[in-house]
């Protein structure tokens, strides 16, 4: 049995169960009085018969493959298992590729086509244990659960209580999931720097991170001073802030204060389009329109700009943010209190003195998160750095000049199959945790000011 074909008999006597649970259910509402409606009974029976066979696949998906690996390793011969892990790994890879059905380069060892035969008989044994286990399971749960109700099971309680539990459950998953990407990168900067001191990873003006194979090579060590990155992501992010702020805050007053309703029905939609265009149409804008105009505009006026300069990076992620400051901006204008308006009308300030002296002053803590909330956007962006930016990582604050930034090489140093054990590679959980530190820290102030405003006005 496939396994969407399992998956397709799991959904279809889950179906079955909550029929059958409803239909007695109604049974007994014509002869008693049952305690909730009938399609918690329904539920109720649902969630008997799927919850052990959801257990059972969470399982298999989590440990089969380890499983079925450590029983393939075991049949290998003994050369084949004494080997180093890194050289092990290799093997296994290709033993797995030949049992899929995929082309590998040859046989490494006697034995190998034997090997795939029994990775693939392995997990073939496994699957149809987990498929039959779970659907008998799941059916023996399901009759008793059916056996049980009565008018008298409090169904609506426990499935409510069920749902709770859920919910809370999902608001869990967020909080561990960043604990372990934030733990996850920590060790490894850690590991990072232990081999080169903080100091000259947080002040040192020089970025090489090239690594030479030989000891006796020129520059073995690597420079790893990241000054020359945090100004090329500063930069590139100011720019985009000098775009995207004043541009967003004129495009929220317009839309809150001025468009009659038939514009704003139709821009605010228009706006919000940006934010849903993929950020690589936006790294092709830069690459290929926006870049080599500047570059060529440049040239018209005797000036020397470099083909993947700052400047054009930073209009287009500018362009990408606009909708970001714009709808968070418009959305705290438009909560500005209408009596705070009257007041300064009846006073007898013209519109837009009441907007300069009034409605931005009130809503300026929203606005300020909003900002605060497009500069970590900017700051963390990727696809269109990558793209457009430069490679080298030039100590330099001239818009007109290439530059790099922290996500350009995060992912230039992660390339290809690395080794997790030199500088070079672990230096990108350095970079990956600098910029997970300052983009959280915006975000907490953003946030934090955020709330402020909205206690205040709300």
Known sequence: ????????VLIILGLGSYYFGKSKALALKQNDVVHSLPKYYGYYALVWFATPALIIVSLWLIFSEGIVTNQVISSLPDNIKTLPTNELTLILNDIKNKAAGNLVAGESFIGFE??????NSYSKIAENIIIYSSIVLGLISFIFAYISISGKLRARNRIESIVSKILLVSASIAIFATAGILLSVLFEAIRFFQIISFDDFIFGLTWSPQMAIRDDQVGSSGLFGAIPLFLGTGLISLISLTVAVPVGLMTAIYLSEYAPSRV??????????????????????AAITLAPFIRDFGETLGMNIASESALGVGLVMGIMIIPLVSSLSDDVISAVPQAMREGSYGLGATKSETIKRVIIPAALPGIVGGILLAASRAIGETMIVVMAAGLSARLSINPLDAVTTVTVQIVT????????DSPKTLAAFALGLTLFVVTLILNFYA???????REQYE
Do not use: C, H, N
């Open 1 to 8: 049995m496939s396994f969407s074909f399992f998956l397709l």
């Open 264 to 285: 704003r029905a139709v821009t605010k939609p228009m706006l919000e389009v940006l934010s849903g265009i993929p950020t690589v149409v936006y790294g092709f804008f």
């Open 447 to 453: 946030l934090r000011i955020v709330r402020k405003y």
């Open 413 to 420: 140093l992660l390339v290809g199959d690395q080794e997790f």
């Open 114 to 119: 034997l090997a795939a035969e029994t990775y």
